[in-house]
């Protein structure tokens, strides 16, 4: 499996402040993704990154925005959290010869927020 | 759009029991089709894959077959056990998307004694 992690595991915070979720992996992996995962929906595309300081917008990406400045790290930021923004949030990375469809994603353990 | 879709939840079998989660898809390309497996407070693992029409993927018992004719690529095993107790989520990726995944909402599944 490839080494991703993810931090904070867990995350309490209120309606209106900011919040910044990391992901890091050792893979060194082009492609990193986050994800939001809520009942019947699956997951969901927040934003990618393709490379250092690329990044494009996925499904549902209003109100978040990302940054990478590094390989290994990518960070999701929420301005100012809603209470719709509560749920578990997942990095991904795909491996490291380029996206390709048949690359397998691998995921990281999972960030859960709850916004009050 | 790209979309998957599989059969709703929840699932209970007992041990041994034989397993078909089904799993259709709309895609403009040509899309490789993949089943994650997710147990309680972890991410998303592999269970198996298959990138072209009417391949096979199998891992640990589990297969799926890559249907093009009916859009398909449902999940079995023949003799389920307790530790298969997971969600199992349905997902493809195709290159005429950027090689972006969509997922299916998952189904849940345990498998009592």
């Known amino acids: 499996d490839a080494g991703i992690t993810q931090s904070p595991r867990h995350k309490v915070t209120e309606t209106g402040t900011p919040v910044t979720l990391r992901c890091h992996q050792t893979?060194?992996?082009?492609?990193m993704y986050w994800y939001r995962q809520d009942p019947g929906h699956g997951l969901r595309l927040i934003h990618y990154?393709?490379?250092?300081?690329?990044?494009d917008k996925g499904e549902v990406s209003d109100g978040y925005s990302v940054s990478r400045s590094k390989t290994e790290d990518f960070l999701l930021t929420l301005e100012s959290a809603t209470s719709s923004q509560t749920s578990v949030y997942f990095c991904?990375?795909?491996?490291?010869?380029?996206?390709?469809?048949?690359?397998?994603?691998?995921f990281g353990p999972g960030t859960r927020l709850t916004v009050l | 759009g790209d979309s998957v879709t599989q059969m709703e939840g929840p699932v209970t079998l007992s041990e041994e029991a034989f397993l078909t989660i089904n799993c259709t898809y709309t895609?403009?390309?040509?899309?490789?089709l993949f089943w994650y497996v997710q147990y309680p407070g972890e991410g998303l693992q592999l269970l198996l894959k298959?990138?072209?029409?009417?391949d096979k993927g199998s891992n640990k018992g589990f297969e799926a077959t890559y249907r093009k004719e009916t859009t398909s690529f449902h999940l079995e095993k023949g003799s389920v056990q307790v530790s298969d107790s997971a969600v199992y989520f349905c997902?493809?990726?195709?290159?005429?998307?950027?090689?972006?995944?969509?997922f299916g909402t998952g189904t849940s599944l345990t498998v009592i004694p």
């Open positions: 298959a990138t072209k029409a009417d």
């Open positions: 990154s393709y490379g250092v300081k690329d990044t």
């Open positions: 997902a493809l990726s195709d290159p005429n998307t950027g090689n972006q995944f969509y």
């Open positions: 991904a990375t795909t491996g490291a010869s380029g996206a390709s469809s048949t690359d397998t994603q691998y």
């Open positions: 893979e060194n992996h082009r492609y």
């Open positions: 895609a403009t390309g040509y899309p490789s």
